[in-house]
């Protein structure tokens, strides 16, 4: 065991260097579900700035310190508090905003967001089907970004007025019907943040034919 040791040092260097980088300092995230479309799509590996909020113990949820603040409209990764799954959401709401939806409309502080639709469409949903979806901005104060609602559902589309607690963060999938959110499994700690997503690295349509998405490579979120 110990000439295995001597002999692959740099290699077992080199592991151990790469895992302090990608639980400290920036991580890639594939996307596995539709939760934030048409943000992101099934198929994308998006970069995770994990210095963006807190400087953390490498392997372990321990903050050191704080380095900057979670601000409403981030693409936000962080750890399930429900059951320990990393999930990816749109941060909505801060701590001391006055969140609630009715029929499916924001209101953060008595401010009800603006809506305009952009376009009526059908989704693949894998194996031939689809499904129709209708794609709006949604406008708050400086805040936009593009959502997606099912007009065949109104899942969890009414809660409210909630106040958000200290430390604790509203999450909401860009996708508003299809997405287990802050609506299913409660407000987020910050210790649970993993960081922030900022750009798309690299996509393929893991629904269709596996082809590589270029138009999407590169691409900053907002």
Do not use: C
Not at 5 to 12: A, D, H, K, P, S
Not at 190 to 202: M, N, T
């Amino acid at each position: 065991m110990k000439k295995w040791l001597r002999e692959n040092r740099g290699f077992i260097v080199f592991i151990l260097l790469f895992a302090v980088f990608r639980t400290a300092v920036a991580d890639w995230n594939p996307i596995p579900s539709g939760s934030m479309r048409p943000s992101l799509l099934e198929g994308d590996v998006v970069y995770v700035n994990r210095l963006a909020y807190d400087l953390k113990l490498p392997l372990t949820d321990v903050v050191l310190a704080h380095l900057g603040d979670p601000r409403r409209g981030d693409i936000v990764t962080f750890t399930s508090p429900a059951d320990g799954k990393r999930l990816i959401k749109r941060l909505v709401a801060v701590p001391g905003d006055v969140v609630e939806m009715r029929d499916k409309k924001l209101l953060i502080n008595g401010e009800a967001a603006e809506y305009k639709l952009l376009d009526a469409a059908t989704e693949a949903m894998g194996g031939g089907s689809t499904l129709p979806v209708l794609h709006l901005t949604e406008r708050l104060g400086e805040e936009r970004r593009t959502i997606q609602w099912l007009p065949d559902l109104m899942r969890a589309s009414n809660f409210g007025p909630v106040a958000i607690p200290a430390d604790q963060y509203l999450m909401l999938g860009d996708n508003r019907d299809n997405s287990a959110d802050s609506r299913y499994i409660g407000f987020i700690p910050r210790q649970v943040l993993i960081g922030k997503a900022e750009r798309i690295l690299v996509s393929a349509a893991i629904l269709d034919d596996w082809l590589p998405r270029p138009e999407r490579f590169g691409k900053s979120l907002y």
